[in-house]
């Protein structure tokens, strides 16, 4: 199974672009690479999911090198709702998600 | 708003107490999942559904008993708890059971077990 390493936290401010690296060893070539955002007292929000080498949405952009050992999301213009725990998922081939620990992002103003 | 919808949002009960939280979702899935998340802890996956057939017991303790009775709705019966049983208990669904497919959380329920 793929184990994943996230920052534990991270501080940004408003308007700038927060990068949070997940790194992520024997990911087969195939698997996708999903991340999920979680507001306090909420439930887990999918962002993005891909495979391939860049990923982008409305939310978000999802860069994976070549060589699959990590992935790196991207939020562009961060405000301060995007506060919030940001989880790092790749496909384990099981029937549901592993959870880590993920990181806690806190935008100041 | 998700289409997952959970009832009660909070709960406080006592150790001999027996309850059930209930979800429901709206979006015509075929998967459902129980999750527990227990403060500062990842999301421990407790229990998963396909076709209201139980498919994976993530080695959760006899106390929480889960119920799938049509593919909308999953309930998870609880009794004789302990106070570390209190957590955010969250249900999810998706399209299907592969991991890949995006999984839909409801808002929670907060138990607190006295």
């Known amino acids: 199974l793929a184990k994943t390493t996230q920052p534990i936290s991270m501080d940004s401010y408003e308007g700038q672009e927060v990068n949070i690296t997940c790194s992520h060893n024997n990911i087969a070539t195939n698997d996708y690479i999903t991340w999920y955002q979680q507001f306090p007292s909420q439930g887990p929000r999918f962002i993005i999911q891909g495979y391939k080498t860049k990923v982008t949405n409305e939310v978000a952009s999802l860069f994976i090198p070549a060589d699959r050992k990590s992935s790196t999301l991207s939020l562009p213009r961060v405000s301060l709702s995007d506060t919030a725990v940001y989880y790092c998922?790749?496909?384990?081939?099981?029937?549901?998600?592993?959870f880590g620990s993920g990181t806690r992002l806190q935008v100041q103003p | 708003e998700t289409g997952v919808t959970q009832t009660p949002r909070h709960l406080v009960m006592g150790m001999t107490n027996k309850k059930s939280l209930k979800c429901e979702q709206h979006?015509?899935?075929?998967?459902m999942y129980w999750y527990k998340q227990s403060a500062k802890k990842p999301l421990e996956l407790m229990f998963v559904y396909s076709l209201e057939e139980r498919v994976e017991n993530n080695s959760v303790p006899s106390r929480f008993s889960p119920e799938c009775p049509n593919s909308s709705h999953l309930f998870l019966h609880l009794h004789t708890l302990q106070p570390e049983d209190s957590a955010l208990y969250l249900c999810a669904s998706s399209p299907q059971i592969p991991s890949t497919d995006t999984q839909y959380f409801g808002p929670g329920t907060r138990l607190t077990v006295l």
């Open positions: 979006l015509g899935h075929n998967a």
């Open positions: 998922l790749p496909d384990t081939g099981r029937r549901a998600l592993t």
